[in-house]
């Protein structure tokens, strides 16, 4: 066993497995030591509670149902922005940059809200499209910006690092997410709301969710990233994702 026991696929096990994810990432890069002790600290602090308090919900259920979530951050990253809002407070709470000067903290503080927000699926390509801009025209480590933009996209790689997952452990986290949509689809149905096929336990089909998803989302997405960071790590990356996607194929119920 993993010890991924938890009801929903946003849970303490994904925050711990996202962060190890983005360390890995980091430290894979040839350009690691450009980056700032502040940037490499706010990307980890962002990796472990960019899903912090999750309702367990998407934000169209958020936005269908008027939730306070919506109306108190809106009807665009509302979950984002809930997540960078209790990250930080826990930050601060916890004390765990205290020690650092005020200055120093409102930076680390800065990109963890950044990146938290990077994690937000409607604005994907934006993101995506930054990075392949910025691969187009020719990456400059020394620069700040650049340097932003490939913390941004690691954090997303990391966020969906389960598609790239040992198959055995992928299959759990793919369980898990579907479970997840299943009890949103279920009470949109109680609430005689419209239910989107991979949200309906009685309509979706694992196999065509899941290779759909790698597909359109993690397969693009990590290709690029290994394009970018081209070693013998991000190439099994990729490996372990194709790999999971036959995988996937095969599955009938979950």
Same mark, same amino acid.
């Given at each position: 066993s993993s010890g991924i026991n938890a009801e929903y696929g946003h849970n303490a096990t994904h925050a711990a497995?996202?962060?190890?994810?983005?360390?890995?990432?980091?430290?894979?890069?040839?350009?690691?030591?450009?980056?700032?002790?502040?940037?490499?600290?706010?990307?980890? =602090?962002? /990796?472990?509670?960019? !899903?912090?308090?999750? &309702?367990?919900?998407?934000?169209?259920? %958020?936005?269908?149902?008027?939730?306070?979530?919506?109306?108190?951050?809106?009807?665009?990253?509302?979950?984002?922005?809930?997540?960078?809002?209790?990250?930080?407070?826990?930050?601060?709470?916890?004390?765990?940059?205290?020690?650092?000067?005020?200055?120093?903290?409102?930076?680390?503080?800065?990109?963890?809200?950044?990146?938290?927000?990077?994690?937000?699926?409607?604005?994907?390509?934006?993101?995506?499209?930054?990075?392949?801009? =910025?691969? /187009?025209?020719?990456? !400059?480590?020394?620069? &700040?910006?650049?340097?932003?933009?490939? %913390?941004?996209?690691?954090?997303?790689?990391?966020?969906?690092?389960?598609?790239a997952r040992p198959w055995n452990t992928c299959v759990q986290w793919g369980k898990l997410v579907l479970e997840e949509f299943w009890r949103q689809g279920d009470e949109e149905k109680k609430m005689m709301l419209d239910v989107a096929s991979m949200f309906d336990r009685d309509q979706c089909v694992p196999s065509k969710a899941l290779t759909g998803f790698i597909d359109f989302i993690a397969e693009p997405l990590f290709t690029m990233w290994a394009e970018f960071c081209d070693t013998s790590f991000t190439r099994d990356i990729c490996r372990q994702i194709d790999n999971n996607r036959s995988h996937w194929e095969e599955v009938i119920a979950v």
């Open positions: 497995d996202v962060a190890q994810a983005m360390h890995c990432l980091l430290v894979n890069l040839r350009s690691i030591e450009s980056f700032t002790q502040k940037e490499l600290l706010g990307s980890i =602090l962002a /990796a472990l509670a960019h !899903d912090v308090n999750h &309702p367990g919900v998407n934000q169209n259920f %958020l936005i269908k149902t008027a939730s306070h979530l919506m109306k108190i951050n809106g009807n665009t990253s509302v979950l984002e922005q809930h997540h960078s809002k209790v990250a930080k407070s826990l930050i601060k709470e916890s004390r765990i940059i205290a020690h650092l000067p005020p200055s120093d903290q409102n930076d680390i503080l800065e990109i963890v809200e950044d990146l938290i927000m990077a994690t937000d699926m409607a604005e994907h390509k934006e993101y995506v499209g930054g990075m392949k801009r =910025l691969m /187009a025209t020719g990456y !400059d480590p020394s620069c &700040p910006s650049h340097r932003r933009v490939v %913390l941004r996209v690691a954090m997303k790689c990391s966020d969906l690092c389960n598609t």
